[in-house]
């Protein structure tokens, strides 16, 4: 049993591959992206859609309500669905109240009364609009 040298082609040859693959392992290792980097990166993202979405919605406010002398001139009281596309309005003009049907293309007067008196709405009634097994979950807690 004797040893026979091994020959350096194959000793070079066998560091080679040793050496590329840490090499390959190294690279592995450092192209997988760290776990918290990706969820700050996630987190990031999602407050900047945020904050485009309320300063969107902000602007929009903005730019869409009256301004100047008329701009309590008219204010809509209230308003009754009374078919699919109909519905009557009371519009507050000054002190008189329009009683107006709205239909798709047309606005038709149906009466002018003169301004009634609001009734409040107690937090009573308004309790009583939560329904029951709501109430029961709220003073749950």
Not at 70 to 99: D, F, K, P, Q
Not at 100 to 107: E, N
């Amino acid at each position: 049993m004797s040893k026979q040298p091994v020959a350096p082609g194959l000793a070079t040859l066998a560091l080679l591959l040793s050496g590329s693959a840490l090499a390959q392992a190294s690279t592995v290792a450092s192209a997988v992206p760290s776990l918290d980097s990706g969820l700050l990166h996630m987190f990031f993202a999602l407050a900047g859609v945020l904050a485009i979405l309320f300063f969107s919605l902000w602007l929009l406010k903005k730019l869409t309500t009256q301004r100047g002398p008329s701009a309590g001139l008219l204010h809509v009281v209230a308003a009754a669905a009374v078919g699919t596309r109909e519905r009557v309005v009371i519009v507050e003009v000054g002190s008189t109240w329009l009683v107006l049907g709205v239909a798709p293309g047309q606005v038709s007067a149906l009466a002018e009364i003169p301004r009634q008196p609001m009734p409040e709405q107690s937090a009573m009634s308004m309790a009583e609009a939560i329904p029951p097994w709501l109430q029961k979950l709220l003073q749950r807690k």
